[in-house]
């Protein structure tokens, strides 16, 4: 009997171990690195830190948080026909993959709002998909009123063990209430504040692609740029993947910068920067997505041969699979060198693509306003800035194809924007979307790049 | 029927009907109004009602920034930490006693979102009105002190306001807090203050897309119509529920921008709200409107018009019934007359045939008596005179009443034969001859119509023996009777005479129509007061007439008769 008893025991304390280990695995990784260890020594230069996160794998859809979910769809007049048949079906197939533990409310907007379904759990899916069957459409766009309705139904239920998100499709211009992107912005901003996310799935050439981007990046949501509604169907399923994929939330991130390192700038994310402090949070991180944001920081000039920390980073999330708060910590300091053949082979080529991906990310959002400017000249002229430094280190770094990519990209935007004369234009239109969308896939690396995987 | 009496009886159904429905619509259009007024006030109180949701969110809003912005001491990343966390809020502030910006300090280095704050607030600071509004409000706290009233001050562009539903205990100062519009990036931004005990003014700026935000999720929705069938129509309590029809409320702002709207009502652009009221502090520079659609307005004044209406054609019934009976009344008793005129017609035909038995036989026997002697037929004689000049009297009666029945059944028609007027004149008065002897008239003649032209000789007859009977009747006391008769281009004129009491000229008329007589006594003369008509009726048939005259010596009474 006493044996027995021992083998149980000692089988217990396996488990236990076994659970640590799993433990250990259901935590976000952080990674602290800058693009050259080592510096050269004895001058003020720029570098750049890259902080990154990496959400832990989920094993299985029985592990994901709940979800509430509010979709709030566009039924202005210009929806009708196809389109709202196609985001009907879109939305219909994509509630199949919720559970009975899953909210969802239905908004619908036109030239004033319809809670079509008040938040409710998904118990009853019959009710839900009949009443969205029966959505036509007609009006004008009362987009703000939609979203203010979503947040409200979301905050229903608003709870930090819910992954919670309003899913908005529009086609058009916001011409009911508040329309300006600032505003818009502001209010996901708000959002974000709560643990609310919005994605805006953007349908077609028509809508007003800075005000839905500036809603999604602003609340941590995503932003799609759909050209044809028969796309709808997947959109939806990618976005409900997602949501239904969140492994961490409220990712705060802080970090500190030593005295006598000025920090410049945040690329990646919108940040604060109050004195040595850079504070920012992250909405989501997804199951084994890797996500980062990077530092531009001043250094002075330091001795060869000497150390110096360049950051302290500490970083605070709500693990949706413990529904705990943890917290992880990260340092990473850079050496000064006179040789340059060591500062050159310091490079770290991933964190280099990073950054290099944001900074052209930052350089192309200043193109597209020049065109809506309508400055076309100045445009083509940061087109071509962006593409001349995308190739020097392509050059630097052949190895990143992602860079390769966005070199490649830029090429195509500077044929679509040939021959435009107007920044009415429709191949205006389009490259404008395309820069957005592409800018807001890099600044929130939502699509998970080959040269970002381990 | 007549078409006089046709029109009496439009006029009996018609006339009330016009004033009643002059009066009722008058009514009708003032109760109109009450109703119209009546709905407005109920929008009107259906908007206060709203705008009660507003001023309690905007009080739920102020509890939470007034513990939000309790603070006496503080250290920057703290202030950052709570902006960071706070969805409502923008920025924090904090003023010295002395007026001086403590936070978000200019002088340190400052966040993007602290250095775009100051950009757009800057002339707050520097400016007096941020620091007019708490001075006054302190001002206002000290003379009315614990019951502050809410400011109706507003200026242009900025307006400031109080309200204080929740006070710490405490002494007057740490009592004054409000709201302060402040206009930045295209719009209304609102900023509430409260001042500590220490003195320093602690504010928060409040983000713009954020409470419209959540202002829009207080208000209600545009629910789906279960089912639009069965609009209007119903009770004026039913038509004034304004859930039984569209409606569409609005929010706008200063620029009269929609900022939401709810209501399944589609209202045109340019359309003047229904009723509109300003919003509860501190937006008064914002209105809510409420629209009705047309239809609706006139449906509410249509419930009063429908029972007016309902109300007329209800009078004009039975003022229909009321005539529809008077008219049959009437016309049983034309029916009766009718009859009794027939009858009466039918008998004096039935008369004849005896009568004209009677005159022949009565002739046979002066024959009879003629061929007796004198001594033996004398007597006789006289009395068979009487029954013969009361036969013909019979005669010339009957004749009339049966003349009389044709004029009016308008069968009469003259039969025209050639003859000369004389001899038939003379024939006609010696048929009276023996009776007006007997009354002692001297009959004069003077005939002057020897041609003989086309003439109905039972005309001739009935004329002259009417008014040569009326001499007999009326005018006996004259003694005298002229006859006087010419011709010329074919007309034929006659004149009847005599000496008696004559017509006064107001009753010339009179005497033509039928039934009238002079003196309705008994005791006068006897007669059926149709003689006159009837002698007019065939001259006119004639293509004549009969006038009156005025006597050459101012006695007495001349007929003048023409005929051709």
Redesign the interface.
């Known amino acids: 009997m006493k044996a027995l008893t021992w083998i149980q025991t000692a089988f217990l304390l396996c488990g236990v171990v076994f659970a640590r280990i799993g433990e250990a695995s259901d935590q976000v990784k952080l990674d602290v690195t800058p693009v050259r260890g080592i510096l050269k020594e004895g001058e003020k230069q720029t570098t750049w830190i890259r902080v990154g996160v990496e959400g832990f794998k989920l094993e299985s859809s029985k592990q994901r948080p709940p979800v509430n979910l509010a979709i709030v769809l566009d039924k202005s007049g210009s929806m009708k026909g196809e389109k709202i048949q196609q985001a009907i079906r879109g939305a219909i197939d994509a509630l199949s993959l919720l559970g009975p533990n899953d909210i969802v409310s239905v908004?619908t907007y036109d030239?004033?709002?319809?809670?079509?379904v008040p938040a409710t759990k998904m118990t009853d899916i019959e009710t839900v998909t009949k009443a969205i069957r029966?959505i036509t459409a007609d009006?004008n766009t009362?987009l703000?009123?939609g979203?203010?309705?979503g947040?409200?139904e979301i905050?229903k239920f608003l709870d930090k063990e819910r992954v919670n998100r309003v899913i908005l499709l529009s086609d058009g211009i916001a011409n009911?209430?508040?329309s300006?992107p600032?505003?818009?912005?502001?209010?996901g901003?708000?959002?974000l504040?709560?643990n609310i996310s919005v994605s805006s799935l953007g349908l077609g050439l028509g809508y007003n692609e800075d005000l839905m981007v500036q809603l999604a990046a602003k609340s941590g949501g995503n932003h799609q740029f759909i050209e044809q509604a028969t796309e709808l169907a997947d959109v939806f399923r990618k976005e409900f993947d997602d949501v239904l994929s969140v492994v961490a939330q409220e990712v705060d991130i802080q970090i500190t910068i030593p005295p006598g390192i000025r920090p410049v700038r945040v690329l990646g994310n919108e940040a604060?920067?109050?004195?040595q402090?850079v504070?920012t949070?992250l909405a989501q991180i997804y199951s084994r997505q890797n996500k980062h944001i990077v530092i531009e920081v001043e250094v002075p000039a330091t001795e060869n041969g000497s150390k110096l920390q360049l950051a302290n980073v500490s970083v605070d999330y709500t693990n949706m699979k413990t529904n705990q708060r943890d917290r992880l910590s990260g340092n990473t300091e850079v050496k000064f060198s006179m040789s340059a053949a060591e500062v050159e082979k310091s490079l770290n080529g991933k964190v280099l693509a990073d950054v290099v991906a944001l900074v052209s990310s930052e350089q192309s959002k200043i193109a597209t306003s020049f065109l809506d400017a309508g400055d076309l000249t100045r445009c083509r002229q940061a087109l071509k800035e962006n593409g001349d430094f995308l190739e020097r280190n392509v050059a630097l770094y052949p190895s990143d194809s992602r860079l390769l990519e966005l070199s490649r990209a830029n090429k195509i935007q500077q044929v679509q924007l040939d021959g435009v004369k107007s920044n009415s234009d429709p191949a205006a239109n389009v490259y404008r979307k395309g820069q957005r969308a592409l800018s807001y896939g890099v600044d929130q690396q939502l699509e998970p790049k080959p040269g970002a995987k381990p | 029927m007549k078409p006089r009496s046709i029109i009496l009886i439009l006029l009996i159904v018609l006339l009330p009907l016009i004033l009643l429905a002059g009066a009722s619509l008058r009514l009708a259009s003032s109760e109109k109004e009450t109703l119209q007024k009546r709905f407005r006030e109920l929008m009107e109180d259906r908007l206060r009602d709203i705008n009660g949701g507003i001023r309690r969110n905007f009080e739920n809003i102020e509890r939470e920034m007034q513990q939000l912005t309790a603070i006496d001491e503080f250290d920057?990343?703290q202030l950052?930490q709570l902006i960071?966390?706070?969805?409502?809020v923008?920025q924090l502030f904090v003023i010295s006693e002395k007026g001086q910006l403590l936070y978000p300090d200019p002088t340190q280095?400052l966040?993007?979102?602290e250095r775009n704050f100051l950009l757009n607030t800057a002339k707050m600071f520097t400016g007096q009105d941020l620091r007019d509004a708490v001075l006054q409000q302190e001002n206002r706290s000290e003379q009315n002190g614990m019951l502050a009233e809410p400011s109706i001050s507003r200026t242009q562009d900025k307006l400031q306001d109080k309200q204080a539903p929740l006070r710490a205990p405490g002494g007057l100062f740490n009592a004054a807090q409000g709201w302060f519009v402040w206009y930045w990036?295209?719009?209304l931004n609102l900023i509430y203050w409260q001042r500590r005990s220490s003195g320093q003014i602690v504010g928060v700026a409040l983000?713009?897309?954020?409470w419209?935000?959540?202002l829009?999720?207080e208000l209600p929705?545009?629910?789906?119509a279960p089912n639009s069938s069965g609009k209007g129509n119903g009770s004026v309590s039913q038509q004034l529920n304004p859930n039984s029809f569209e409606t569409?409320f609005r929010l706008t702002n200063s620029s009269a921008e929609?900022?939401?709207?709810?209501?399944?009502f589609?209202v045109s652009d340019g359309v003047e709200p229904f009723c509109e009221i300003p919003v509860a502090a501190p937006l008064h520079s914002w209105r809510l409107q409420c629209f009705v659609p047309e239809e609706q307005l006139n449906l509410t004044g249509r419930s009063a018009m429908s029972g007016l209406l309902a109300g007329l054609i209800a009078v004009a019934l039975a003022l229909l019934a009321m005539a529809w009976v008077l008219y049959r009344d009437y016309a049983s008793g034309m029916r009766e007359a009718a009859q009794q005129v027939s009858f009466v017609n039918q008998v004096s035909h039935e008369l004849k045939t005896p009568l004209t038995n009677i005159r022949l036989y009565a002739e046979l026997l002066e024959t009879d008596l003629a061929s007796m002697s004198p001594e033996d037929a004398d007597r006789p004689m006289g009395r068979l005179n009487v029954i013969l000049s009361e036969g013909q009297r019979l005669s010339r009666l009957i004749g009339n009443v049966l003349t009389f029945a044709r004029q009016k059944r308008q069968s009469l028609q003259p039969h025209r034969q050639l003859l000369v007027p004389d001899e038939l004149i003379k024939q006609i008065v010696d048929r009276f001859r023996p009776a007006l002897d007997s009354l002692a008239i001297r009959i004069d003649l003077e005939l002057d119509a020897k041609v003989a032209m086309p003439i109905d000789p039972d005309f001739l007859e009935q004329i002259l023996g009417n008014l040569i009977s009326n001499v007999e009747k009326y005018a006996a006391s004259g003694k005298l009777m002229r006859v006087r008769s010419s011709q010329a281009e074919g007309v034929l004129t006659l004149s009847v005479e005599d000496a008696g009491p004559g017509i006064p000229i107001s009753k010339w008329d009179e005497v033509f129509r039928p039934f009238s007589r002079l003196s309705q006594s008994v005791s006068y003369a006897a007669g059926t007061g149709i003689g006159l008509s009837i002698a007019r009726g065939l001259a006119r048939e004639h293509g004549g007439d009969i006038t009156i005259c005025q006597n050459e010596c101012d006695i007495g009474c001349r007929f003048r008769v023409t005929m051709q």
């Open positions: 908004i030239s004033t709002v319809n809670v079509l029966s009006g009362a703000f009123a979203v203010s309705k947040a409200a905050r009911v209430g508040p300006s600032g505003e818009l912005g502001a209010l901003a708000t959002l504040k709560e604060d920067i109050n004195g402090q504070v949070r | 920057v990343s950052r960071r966390i706070q969805p409502r923008l280095t966040n993007s979102t990036d295209r719009g983000e713009r897309g954020r419209i935000a959540d829009i999720a929705d545009t629910a789906v569409r929609t900022i939401y709207q709810w209501g399944p589609n």
